[in-house]
């Protein structure tokens, strides 16, 4: 079993910058996948943006140039670095392990960007 334990969500301006934090109790060299998802009211989840253990990276269309995602293998964490938010940024954000022994969520974390 994998315990992810997030920070950083919040409110912020449009325009502005946050930075979310996932620590996980495993390794990240032996999880395959980790990544940020998101969940807007009345919309489905949807990556946002995930890193695999060999650094490759994928983006939603919707946050590129703006978001990064990026590894900090000594301490098991993995963070979203977000730039120039919009409010249609607004979601809960959830992480993300694709491991061995299954697919595990983090609680989730509230962003919201007012205009």
């Known amino acids: 079993q994998v315990q992810l334990v997030e920070s950083g969500g919040g409110l912020v301006q449009a325009g502005g910058s946050l930075r979310l934090s996932c620590r996980s109790s495993?390794?990240?060299?032996?999880?395959?996948?980790m990544g940020w998802y998101r969940q807007a009211p009345g919309k489905e989840r949807e990556l946002v943006a995930n890193?695999?253990?060999?650094?490759?990276?994928n983006y939603a269309d919707s946050v590129k140039g703006r978001f990064t995602i990026f590894r900090d293998n000594p301490k098991n964490t993995v963070a979203l670095q977000m730039d120039s938010l919009k409010p249609e940024d607004t979601a809960v954000y959830y992480c993300?392990?694709?491991?061995?022994?299954?697919?595990?969520w983090g609680q989730g974390t509230q962003v919201t960007v007012s205009s």
């Open positions: 495993r390794s990240i060299f032996i999880i395959n996948n």
């Open positions: 993300n392990a694709k491991s061995w022994d299954g697919n595990f």
């Open positions: 890193i695999n253990s060999d650094g490759s990276t």
